[in-house]
């Protein structure tokens, strides 16, 4: 059974840090995009940021460019997103997802489509107060 798993939610003052962890189990993603996504109270699902494969391809949203860095230790099977300089607007649930296969999409902007991942975790709440 796959499972991805976050961590490292919490509540948070404005212009503090936090650290998602996202650690996948049941099979291995080391060789597909994985991608972070977020949904605030009576909001859609939002895309964050993605990290190819190899990690040399990354993308973030404009809302969280320069303050946020997605990362991976595809020896561990995880995925990682570093929140730097949190605003109050940065509140909502986040979610891990992962790719199934290998793809010829990525990079081409439809890694931020919530459609193109497959297994997606059950999300962490971060609480950034003003």
């Known amino acids: 059974q796959v499972q991805l798993v976050e961590s490292g939610g919490g509540l948070v003052q404005a212009g503090g840090s936090l650290r998602l962890s996202c650690a996948a189990s049941?099979?291995?993603?080391?060789?597909?995009?994985m991608g972070w996504f977020r949904q605030a109270p009576g909001k859609e699902r939002e895309f964050v940021a993605a990290?190819?494969?190899?990690?040399?391809?990354?993308s973030y949203a404009d809302s969280v460019k320069g303050r946020f860095t997605i990362s991976r230790d595809n020896a561990k099977n995880t995925v990682y997103l570093q929140m730097n300089s949190l605003k109050p607007e940065d509140t909502a649930v986040y979610y891990c997802?992962?790719?199934?296969?290998?793809?010829?999409?990525?990079?081409?902007?439809?890694?931020?489509?919530?459609?193109?991942?497959?297994?997606w975790g059950q999300g962490t709440q971060v609480t950034v107060s003003s």
């Open positions: 049941g099979r291995t993603f080391s060789r597909y995009p």
């Open positions: 990290m190819n494969w190899s990690g040399t391809g990354t």
């Open positions: 997802a992962a790719v199934a296969s290998v793809v010829s999409w990525y990079g081409l902007g439809y890694e931020q489509k919530p459609d193109r991942y497959d297994y």
